[in-house]
T-cell receptor
Framework: KQEVTQIPAALSVPEGENLVLNCSFTDSAIYNLQWFRQDPGKGLTSLLLIQSSQREQTSGRLNASLDKSSGRSTLYIAASQPGDSATYLCAVDNDYKLSFGAGTTVTVRA | NAGVTQTPKFQVLKTGQSMTLQCAQDMNHEYMSWYRQDPGMGLRLIHYSVGAGITDQGEVPNGYNVSRSTTEDFPLRLLSAAPSQTSVYFC??????????FGPGTRLTVL
């Protein structure tokens, strides 16, 4: 059974600081890994998708890396802004089944 | 495109009642799935489908039924609601192996 862990559970940083969010998983036989953002009371919005053959993906201020052999992914958010405050979730896809971490709740202080 | 839509947004049931949560997508995605989200536990997969007429169980399928008669719709049925099924339910769709698109969720309370 795939287990996905996200550390830390919560993070508070001043505006402008870079964010580093970690995700680890136990079964490396994944198809892909996705990072999502969830605002309070809302659904999930996909940020980045990394296929199993890729090492990283970038979109604007966001960069996600994937090390399948060690079962780790890291999401970097550069120059954080108060609008980046949200919960960030990672999910791994094993044979059509997505397993989610519990998320990291980020607060960016103005 | 409306994306992924879910109805209702909120629902209160009594123990033992049955109901159907609706999910529809207009992106012609083959893959659709249902999750429940409970505090501190992340999202857990209930059921999924890789196309019309094909469904399979996820991590927490007990107490829920699904069917997929069309590409667009993937309803989730609660057979006999229990307080343990109080949760927020999300539907998602995608092309197989591609970015998942989520609906806004249904907040269900079972008394």
């Amino acid at each position: 059974k795939q287990e996905v862990t996200q550390i830390p559970a919560a993070l508070s940083v001043p505006e402008g600081e870079n964010l580093v969010l970690n995700c680890s998983f136990t079964d490396s036989a994944i198809y892909n890994l996705q990072w999502f953002r969830q605002d309070p009371g809302k659904g999930l919005t996909s940020l980045l998708l990394i296929q199993s053959s890729q090492r990283e993906q970038t979109s604007g201020r966001l960069n996600a890396s994937l090390d399948k052999s060690s079962g780790r992914s890291t999401l970097y958010i550069a120059a954080s802004q108060p609008g980046d405050s949200a919960t960030y979730l990672c999910a791994v896809d094993n044979d059509y089944k997505l397993s989610f971490g519990a998320g990291t709740t980020v607060t960016v202080r103005a | 495109n409306a994306g992924v839509t879910q109805t209702p947004k909120f629902q209160v049931l009594k123990t033992g009642q049955s109901m159907t949560l609706q999910c529809a997508q207009d992106m012609n995605h083959e893959y659709m799935s249902w999750y429940r989200q409970d505090p501190g536990m992340g999202l857990r997969l209930i059921h999924y489908s890789v196309g019309a007429g094909i469904t399979d169980q996820g991590e927490v399928p007990n107490g829920y039924n699904v069917s997929r008669s069309t590409t667009e719709d993937f309803p989730l049925r609660l057979l006999s609601a229990a307080p343990s099924q109080t949760s927020v339910y999300f539907c998602a769709s995608s092309y197989v192996g591609d970015t998942q698109y989520f609906g806004p969720g249904t907040r269900l309370t079972v008394l």
